[in-house]
C-alpha cells in the first residue's frame, strides 16, 4: 500500500512539472508518453480515469490546471499558467512559518482542513530554501471545536452582508432558542470566538459566543436590515458580554501543560503559555471544573476551593482504582 501511494505522488508531482515546463497546451497523448505512470495504464481507457482522477485532486489542491481549446471548440491540451500558481515576493523567518503553521493547525478537524494544508505547502515552496523545518515546537496543541463550525457560515453572512439563523443556548439555560440576527463582525477574544450583530427578535445589538450555538448556522438570502453604527466598538461590546462562568476556581499549572485551563482563564493578567502559575478558570459548572481539572492531570492542581480540590482527588483516585498507576 505505501509503494502505490509514492508512486500516486510521484505522479501527481511529475504531471505538475510537465504542465508548468511548456509555455503551451500539452496534449493528452503527449503526457501520456511524458509523464511517468501513466504508460503503465492497463489501457487507454485506464490512463483517461487516472488522469481525470489526478486533474481533480490537483485542482482540489489549488493548482490551477487550465483546458485549452482550440478555435472549433475541441480540446487541444492543458497547461498551468505560472501568473496564476507562483507566489513572489514573499519571504518568511523560521519562526514566522512556525506560527502560520500553528495558525494552520486549528483547522486540523474542521472542513477548511485541506485549504489550510495546500496554503502552507504554497507558502513553503516561495521560500529561497528548498526544506523549511521550523525549530520552534508549541508546547499547546490547538484544536477547533466542533461548535466553531459556526466560524465559516457565519464568514460568509459578514462577507456578503446577510441575514442568519441559528439555535442559541443563553447562559445557563436549559434550552436553546431560534436567533435570527444581521451579523456585523466575527470576533476572537480571550481563546473564544464571538458574532456582534442586530437580534431581530430582541431588536437590539447583541453578541453571541459561538461555543453556544447548537447545530448549524442558516444564511439566508435576504439582506442586512440593520447595518453596523459608525464608531460601533465590537472589542467593547464583546468585553461587556455577560461571563458564562459563574463557577470559578484557582488552579496551579504547570510549564507547558493544562492548555484547555489556560484557555478559560479569567485573570486579568494572563499566564505566559510556557510557564507554571496559578490561574483563575471559570465554567458554567462545578462539575465541568472537576473534569476539566481531571483532565489536565498531573499537570494541574486545584488550589481553590477546597470542596472542589477534594472532588477532584476523590474523583482520580477512583480514577486509580479502576485504571490502576500512579
Known sequence: MASTRIDRT??????????????HAVRRADIQASVPGYLDAPSDAAFE???????????????????????NGEVEGYRISLAEY????????????AVLTLAASVWDEAIMAPAATTALRKLEAAQESAVITPTFSPGVNVRWSETDAAILPLFTAVREQRVVSFDYRSGNAPVSKKRRVDPWAVVAEDGHWYVVGHDHDRADTRVFRLSRIAGTVQVFADPQLVSMPPGCNLRALVGAHEPDSPFEAKIFVRAGQGAELR????????????????LCVGARTSEQLQSLACAAGT????????????????????????????
Open 299 to 326: 499537570g494541574a492542581l486545584v488550589l481553590e476551593p477546597e470542596n472542589l480540590r477534594e472532588d477532584v482527588r476523590a474523583a482520580l483516585r477512583r480514577i486509580q482504582r479502576v485504571h490502576g498507576g500512579a
Open 263 to 278: 484557555r478559560l482563564n479569567q485573570a486579568s493578567t494572563k499566564l505566559d503559555p510556557f510557564a507554571a502559575g496559578e
Open 10 to 23: 510521484e505522479r501527481l508531482l511529475n504531471l505538475v512539472f510537465c504542465l508548468m515546463a511548456s509555455r
Open 49 to 71: 480515469r487516472m488522469f481525470e482522477r489526478d486533474k481533480d485532486e490537483l485542482r482540489g489542491m489549488g493548482i490551477p490546471i487550465d483546458t485549452v481549446n482550440d478555435v
Open 86 to 97: 507562483e507566489l513572489t515576493g514573499l519571504s518568511f523567518t523560521t519562526e514566522e512559518l
